[in-house]
């Protein structure tokens, strides 16, 4: 028997290529870890972050704590388990996770009505107004504007009004899904489906392999979703705050 899960990305992989498309303004660099210019945004795109193959010490983390108290730091399950440890002994506490989910394209089916999604760039002003009033403001939005690859906008429609949006971009052959928004009235009524299926069409044009996506792992909701259009949970990445 295959592994069905032989083919996807590893967690690694998925991890990259979500920062390669959601790219901060500049990564200052402190003793083994980059740290993001922005002190906005969601905790996985203003986390320290170790250095591929970068050896964490307590005096780089005293450094990051010097530099910006109160930092968050991210850590990849598996491959960085050792700054977990050493965060844990500092007194850091785990505060959350983000599954790191990924599928391949074809496995998601191209049955959304045309009409239902619209693919553009750069973003309407309606997309740009529904992410505004629902916590993604222009300070928020800006990496996407940063991204240099195959990227979109796409508007979301359902009893032909606008029911949501969500931004996609591709690295490395993985279209990652980010600033997804289903409106609230219109949740459980299949818009989240059609969203992935228009991201899944998008990046078959433009030859990419696999979608993926980061989701907190505490939104059973958005995780079953997901699970039920064949994306497979391929890693977690903490967070740690100090307490």
């Keep these: 028997m295959t592994d069905p899960?032989?083919?996807?990305?590893?967690?690694?992989?998925?991890?990259?290529?979500?920062r390669a498309t959601w790219p901060p303004s500049r990564l200052d660099r402190i003793?083994?870890?980059?740290?993001?210019a922005e002190r906005m945004g969601t905790r996985r795109a203003?986390?320290?972050r170790l250095r591929p193959g970068a050896t964490p010490d307590d005096e780089g983390i005293a450094a990051v704590e010097a530099a910006r108290p109160g930092t968050v730091f991210g850590t990849l399950d598996g491959a960085e388990d050792g700054l977990a440890a050493l965060l844990s002994e500092r007194g850091y506490a785990m505060g959350g996770v983000s599954d790191l989910m990924a599928g391949p394209v074809?496995?998601?089916?191209d049955n959304a009505p045309p009409v239902s999604g619209f693919a553009h760039w750069p973003p309407l002003?309606?997309?740009?107004a529904l992410w505004d009033a629902h916590g993604n403001d222009a300070a928020r939005r800006a990496p996407a504007h940063r991204v240099t690859g195959p990227r979109t906008a796409i508007l979301l429609r359902f009893d032909d009004r606008a029911a949501g949006a969500l931004f996609v971009a591709i690295h490395d052959r993985l279209a990652?899904?980010?600033?997804?928004?289903t409106l609230p009235r219109f949740r459980r009524r299949g818009v989240g489906r059609i969203g992935l299926a228009h991201a899944a069409r998008w990046a078959r044009g433009h030859d990419a392999s696999h979608i993926a996506l980061p989701v907190e792992a505490n939104n059973a909701a958005a995780v079953a979703l997901y699970r039920r259009a064949g994306l497979a949970r391929r890693g977690g990445y903490r967070y740690w705050s100090p307490t």
């Design 46 to 48: 203003t986390s320290a």
């Design 5 to 18: 899960a032989a083919d996807l990305p590893y967690a690694a992989q998925v991890l990259a290529a979500i």
């Design 106 to 109: 074809g496995a998601i089916p």
């Design 31 to 36: 003793g083994p870890f980059d740290l993001p």
């Design 176 to 181: 990652v899904c980010h600033m997804v928004l």
């Design 125 to 128: 002003a309606i997309c740009d």
